[in-house]
């Protein structure tokens, strides 16, 4: 690579998507993780699960970055985040 090419890389910014995958049975909607999403990509949901949780579920995917944030902050690990580079 020549200092060109490597410069004309560097200033691209990556672009990432990200998705949220819940356990839908464990989720007891205790509403942190829709808290502390920074793009309030989560919402609680309308329907309820076998426990009779409304649970976690993605209101807007396409805004999702895959911070990570709502995984964090989940007392029982329900969520899974996966961030994938968009090229």
Do not use: W
């Not at 060109?4 to 995958?21: C, D, P, R, W």
């Not at 509403?31 to 989560?42: I, S």
């Not at 426990?51 to 993605?58: I, L, S, V």
């Amino acid at each position: 690579l020549t200092l060109q090419n490597q410069i004309i890389k560097v200033g691209v910014m990556a672009k990432f998507v990200g998705t949220v995958v819940v356990d839908k049975d464990r989720c007891k909607g205790c509403n942190l993780c829709v808290v502390a999403c920074p793009l309030k990509v989560l919402e609680l949901s309308v329907g309820v699960n076998v426990k009779g949780y409304h649970y976690a579920e993605m209101k807007t995917p396409d805004a999702c970055i895959g911070c990570g944030s709502c995984g964090v902050v989940c007392p029982d690990a329900v969520l899974s985040v996966y961030k994938v580079k968009v090229d």
